[in-house]
Nanobody, 124 residues
Framework: QVQLVDSGGGLVQTGGSLRLSCAASGRTFSSYTMTWFRQAPGKAREFVAAISWGSGSTNYADSVKGRFTISRDNAKNTVYLEMNSLKPEDTAVYYC?????????????????WGQGTQVTVSS
């Protein structure tokens, strides 16, 4: 059974940092792209960052470039999202997703597997 487990969210002040984790299990993800999406209250889910598990190539939304870093640990089958210089507008539920797509796949419908989400709240 394929499972993605998101963790690491919390409450942080503006300018602070958090590291989210997505632990993957149940299949081999070497041909998959792992992507972080987020959804703020009353807004649509949006693309944040993606990494190709095989090549390691990455892609970021303009709103997080230079502040967020996506990475993977093959030994632990885990993808991370390091978030620095957090802003109140980063407040959202963050979801990890996996799909056999490219790192520029922004449409959530093409992803096969999803984590349960983890809440990130940035106070001003």
């Amino acid at each position: 059974q394929v499972q993605l487990v998101d963790s690491g969210g919390g409450l942080v002040q503006t300018g602070g940092s958090l590291r989210l984790s997505c632990a993957a299990s149940g299949r081999t993800f070497s041909s998959y792209t792992m992507t972080w999406f987020r959804q703020a209250p009353g807004k649509a889910r949006e693309f944040v960052a993606a990494i190709s598990w095989g090549s390691g190539s990455t892609n970021y939304a303009d709103s997080v470039k230079g502040r967020f870093t996506i990475s993977r640990d093959n030994a632990k089958n885990t993808v991370y999202l390091e978030m620095n210089s957090l802003k109140p507008e980063d407040t959202a539920v963050y979801y990890c997703a996996a799909g056999r797509v490219g790192v520029t796949s922004y449409f959530e419908g093409v992803y096969s597997y999803w984590g349960q989400g983890t809440q990130v709240t940035v106070s001003s």
